[in-house]
């Protein structure tokens, strides 16, 4: 449209990366102003590439938008999904859309990386010369950021203390799901213009079918409800092991909004009421602490906007001579690398999107200390593959295992990968459904393939670096980075 035909005054409620109609803040703030909502979700193709979004994942969210455009529908709000190349033409999208539909205010859920943030600031600078309004809402995370802190009003660095001050925050002020009915009906005129019933196009951009992830409301509801029945009680026990299914496999609803963190926490108490008491031999508190997790890494984003632009939190280690060896990188990225729990993961993320939490720290203390290769690219690689790629968990994540992050695993405590998949895949069973190379080498070699009689008969690379070697190398490499920074400061 390019010329007002609505003259009923509505109000916007802008999807992002919270595509759901239950307990979703910005929606229940547009319900509650009483007028007609329009529902509107940019996609920004261009966006995605340099943001390295995988495609499973925009698949996914383009079959979540089917079902949220039908739910809208229930509730009398018309959505309507317009695809331009990146933020910058969003932004003009928005003042388009509330000049088409005669908007006084738009509402959204923030975002904390620094180039949406910006985004949101180029939108509420335009609108409001007109006169319209733009509410956004902290919505992501359970707590708001700048609320746990330290009592020097500092954000904690190191995550014990952070969950400690989280689990007192929330006990005293809990924050629980809130859903708003809508019982406001649209005009004939913006249901003609926004047909419920047309499909919403597929976007420009790759595809890979995320069919492995139901979408339903039912299906994600029972999930949730699954897991808490069936695993969360002996989750600390069981979710290491990526050859068993202990996990509750969720991080990808998060990611995309089409669950809250919040759901996730009432539902938990209300199975385990007990669930907030530390407690490590505990499978809900165990269950708790990633949840905290996430919060943590959400806080931290939020604070230090140069984590959005890949600076390492600990500054010394923007001086650590990492490798740019395209042959070893390629290695690691095809699962190429001799080290069977490192290879059986990465084949993993490649053919699903999808990778085990222990494999991640594996795979990424593998590609940034036994490679020494920056760890940028593997972040960037997890981007570009994972079906719950989240930037501030991802980014927490390698800098954690890289040791150039807050709280992150000391430089000089390096993970021997084949310890680690002797430990947590004994007999390899998770190996042998992705490495089909080695399904026949005995349990006794099956972490380390090239030591069995048999090897020659195998069509598996022998390891491509001496973890003992690299181990070495590599906690050199942090020293001599620590040792430049303290002379040059």
Not at 185 to 194: E, Y
């Amino acid at each position: 449209m390019t010329n007002k035909t609505v003259t009923e005054q509505h109000v916007v409620i802008w999807f992002r990366s919270d595509l759901r109609v239950v307990d979703n803040t910005a929606l229940n703030h547009a319900i509650d102003s009483g007028l007609p909502i329009i529902a509107l979700f940019i996609a920004t193709p261009m966006q995605w590439h340099q943001h390295n979004i995988a495609a499973v994942q925009v698949d996914f969210i383009h079959r979540r938008l089917q079902v949220l455009k039908q739910q809208l529908a229930k509730r009398n709000i018309p959505l309507q999904v317009i695809e331009v190349n990146d933020f910058a033409e969003s932004v003009h999208v928005i003042d388009q859309v509330c000049f088409d539909y005669n908007a006084v205010h738009v509402f959204a859920n923030k975002q904390y990386p620094i180039n949406e943030q910006q985004r949101d600031n180029s939108v509420g600078e335009l609108i409001a010369k007109k006169g319209i309004k733009f509410s956004i809402f902290d919505d992501n995370y359970i707590l708001q950021p700048e609320t746990v802190l330290t009592r020097d009003g500092e954000l904690f660095k190191v995550f014990t203390p952070f969950r400690n001050a989280w689990i007192k925050r929330f006990t005293l002020s809990p924050s629980y799901p809130v859903t708003k009915k809508s019982d406001i009906v649209t005009s004939d005129a913006v249901i003609k213009l926004l047909s419920i019933s047309n499909p919403i196009k597929a976007f420009n951009y790759p595809i890979i079918d995320s069919v492995l992830w139901p979408v339903d409301e039912e299906t994600i509801a029972q999930r949730l409800e699954t897991f808490f029945e069936t695993k969360a009680e002996t989750y600390h026990q069981n979710r290491d092991f990526p050859a068993i299914d202990g996990t509750s496999c969720l991080s990808p609803y998060l990611a995309i909004g089409a669950l809250s963190a919040r759901q996730c926490l009432y539902q938990l108490l209300q199975h385990f009421p007990n669930a907030l008491e530390i407690n490590k031999d505990d499978g809900a508190f165990t269950w708790l602490n990633e949840i905290v997790w996430r919060e943590f890494y959400g806080h931290l984003l939020h604070r230090y906007p140069e984590l959005s632009q890949y600076q390492p939190f600990q500054k010394f280690t923007q001086f650590v001579q990492w490798k740019d060896d395209a042959v070893l990188l390629k290695a690691w990225q095809e699962g190429k690398t001799g080290f069977p729990i490192v290879d059986a993961a990465m084949r993993q993320l490649r053919s699903t999107g999808w990778m085990h939490n222990r494999l991640r720290m594996i795979t990424a203390s593998f590609l940034t200390k036994d490679l020494l290769c920056d760890w940028r690219v593997g972040e960037q690689w997890f981007m570009q593959h994972l079906i719950d790629g989240d930037f501030a968990s991802n980014n927490g994540g390698w800098q954690w295992a890289a040791s150039t992050g807050t709280d992150a695993q000391p430089y000089f405590r390096v993970f021997n990968p084949t310890l680690q998949g002797q430990r947590f895949d004994p007999k390899g069973d998770f190996i042998r459904t992705w490495v089909k190379e080695l399904e026949h080498v005995p349990d006794k070699y099956i972490h380390t393939p090239h030591q069995w009689a048999s090897a020659e008969s195998l069509n598996y690379p022998l390891p491509i670096v001496d973890h003992k070697e690299a181990r070495l190398i590599a906690i050199e490499s942090f020293k001599q980075a620590k040792a430049y920074m303290d002379i040059h400061q």
